[in-house]
């Protein structure tokens, strides 16, 4: 049995060599080289190469792609109709609607193509014909006949859409064509395919250096191209309505899939520069930073950095206008006049725009927040963050003297509180290098870091409606923290909502304590009363209290008030979980691995 076996696996192995084919050797007393002869791995070699010398890599464009993704359905729909398949042309039907749509979408046309009208008719005859053999529908099973009455259901809705273009293509089929074919060709040669990078730079060896430097040539996008086609022209052609009806688009478009979430940024700064009136360019504005806040959609992100500073400045050029035209009035509540950022400078009269200041402020504080959350606290990187700070102090201070202004003094204390949360932490050494920071600021600083935007905003016309700056872009601090934590306090104790007291008296009450006035920030919190209801606050609140109490025991301690320390103190260590309440991560523990998210 043990010699059958092994001979039998001996003529295996040679009936495997002999499919493998013979070696070949080398003549010329040269080694010789074993290379099987297989037929399929030398025509897969040789068709390799011969695609790699004789073939061009091209790239379509999408608008090809969706334009060729209908004309296969197109072909489905003629097999289905000659072997009278109602449930596959139902099925084409649906798809070339969708594709039609992602077609207008990408193409950003208002033209239905040619194909698409030439199938309606194609499913129109079809239909009719149908309709009038009614011994053959008959005959059909149960599913094609109910594909066939929900065609004509679902047709005869679509067509009164289409009704002129497919009257027109009734009447003369081959000139519909033949503009088709025209259209397609200009396509083409304004989208050129984008060629393999040797390629360009073996053809461009002639040509000057500058012109195509690395053998890449740089190229618009098509919402590009269609922008530069609206509006790169005189200005005194680009009405309001032009603007208007374009803003609207975009801001349909706001959420949609598909929808590139810097790309409708690129498109929003180009309306704004564009704006005809200033209360269009400040409707546009405040679409514009809220597409800014879309950049990032995760909770677990932060919002890039040159992103937020370009909202930053956004914000600023809101303030502006709002400051030059008292007129302007923003709320969020009433719903303004479709038509009425078309009124000029040259109108006395309110004009009401959409928007929220206020929430737009806590909104980038967050994202700061976040960003410092996710960059490591021993790199460059996060000191270079933390000098971005007076900047949104600035806009702060701005925003709460406007909301003041206008006697929005609710709004004004959420937005103070906002500014205090960045103070009550900071010794007076840290407030005194704040202050020096924000001091050196120059006109051009706060934009450092964005060349990517700063370069998209370069292209195209200047500005139709130019701003002044009239809000300071430099924070003013007071000598003394203690000084501007009083002048902000006050104004939130005597306007804010119970949230926002609760929370500036926990700031005062650790500045006090940092400051090593322990009678002061004692009292305070007796007065408050906030240990008994502090429980049924939200998280945040919570935690506020803790590292309140906290740097109040430090402080008791700092000053030889060694019982009252311990009493601060007491509560906090007796569960054992103190780095859990002040929130600076998870506490050790001998049977338990904490995980990344818990060290976060």
Not at 10 to 34: A, F, L, M, N, V
Not at 74 to 84: F, G, L, P, S
Not at 153 to 165: P, R, S, T, V
Request: net charge negative; charged share 35%; glycine share 4%.
């Amino acid at each position: 049995m043990a010699m059958k076996f092994w001979t039998q696996r001996e003529s295996d192995s040679e009936d495997e060599e002999s499919d493998y084919g013979e070696e070949i050797e080398t003549g010329g007393g040269e080694p010789s080289t074993k290379i099987a002869d297989n037929k399929y791995l030398k025509h897969s070699y040789d068709s390799d190469s011969d695609d790699s010398d004789d073939q061009k890599r091209v790239v379509r464009s999408v608008k090809d792609k969706r334009f060729n993704e209908m004309n296969a359905t197109v072909d489905r729909m003629k097999n289905a109709k000659n072997i009278n398949d109602w449930v596959s042309l139902l099925d084409c039907f649906d798809k070339i609607n969708k594709q039609l749509e992602k077609f207008m979408r990408i193409t950003e046309s208002e033209k239905v193509p040619t194909l698409y009208i030439k199938a309606l008719v194609l499913l129109e005859d079809f239909l009719s014909q149908a309709l009038t053999k009614k011994d053959a529908k008959k005959k059909m099973s149960s599913s094609n006949a109910k594909a066939l009455n929900s065609m004509k259901q679902k047709l005869k809705k679509n067509n009164k859409q289409y009704e002129d273009l497919i009257t027109k293509y009734k009447e003369n089929p081959e000139q519909s064509e033949e503009d088709e074919e025209d259209e397609q060709e200009e396509d083409e040669e304004e989208d050129s395919e984008i060629e393999d990078p040797t390629d360009i730079a073996a053809s461009d060896d002639g040509e000057e250096e500058d012109d195509s430097k690395d053998g890449w040539e740089k190229k618009m996008s098509k919402k590009d191209k269609l922008m530069d086609k609206q509006f790169l022209k005189d200005p005194r052609e680009i009405t309001w309505d032009t603007i208007n009806k374009k803003f609207k688009e975009v801001v349909a478009a706001r959420g949609r899939k598909g929808t590139g979430r810097f790309e409708q940024v690129e498109q929003l700064t180009f309306l704004r520069k564009v704006a005809k009136t200033h209360a269009q360019k400040l409707e546009i504005l405040f679409s514009l930073v809220s597409a800014q806040f879309d950049v990032n959609p995760g909770l677990s992100g932060h919002m890039p950095i040159h992103v937020w500073k370009k909202c930053v400045q956004n914000m600023l050029i809101i303030l502006d206008i709002l400051v030059q035209y008292p007129n302007i009035s923003v709320d969020d509540k009433v719903e303004p006049d479709e038509n009425e950022c078309q009124k000029g400078a040259d109108y006395y009269g309110t004009i009401r725009i959409w928007g929220n200041l206020m929430a737009f402020v806590e909104r980038i504080d967050t994202e700061f927040f976040k960003s410092l959350q996710c960059i490591d606290a021993h790199t460059r990187e996060y000191i270079q963050r933390l000098r971005d700070e007076p900047l949104f102090v600035a806009l702060a201070q701005n925003v709460q003297e406007y909301l003041e202004k206008v006697g929005d003094f609710k709004a004004a204390a959420k937005v103070a509180l906002r500014r205090v949360e960045h103070i009550y932490y900071k010794p007076q050494e840290v407030y005194d290098a704040m202050r020096k920071r924000a001091e050196q600021i120059e006109g051009g600083d706060e934009v450092e870091g964005q060349e990517p935007v700063a370069v998209e905003e370069n292209r195209g016309p200047a500005t139709f409606v130019v701003t002044p700056e009239l809000v300071p872009r430099k924070p003013t601090f007071l000598e003394s923290s203690r000084a501007l934590m009083d002048f902000l306090v006050s104004l939130i104790y005597k306007y804010g909502d119970d949230r926002t007291k609760a929370r500036a008296m926990l700031c005062d009450i650790y500045h006090h304590a940092l400051l090593d006035k322990f009678p002061t920030a004692r009292d305070l919190l007796l007065m408050s009363h906030l240990q008994d209801s502090i429980q049924h606050m939200d998280i945040s609140t919570q935690i506020l209290f803790n590292r309140a109490m906290a740097q109040l025991g430090v402080c008791a301690f700092r000053n030889g008030l060694i019982t009252e320390g311990h009493s601060c103190l007491s509560e906090l260590y007796s569960g054992g979980r103190v780095k859990e309440l002040l929130a600076q991560g998870v506490s050790q523990s001998r049977y338990h691995e904490k995980t990344p998210e818990q060290v976060f």
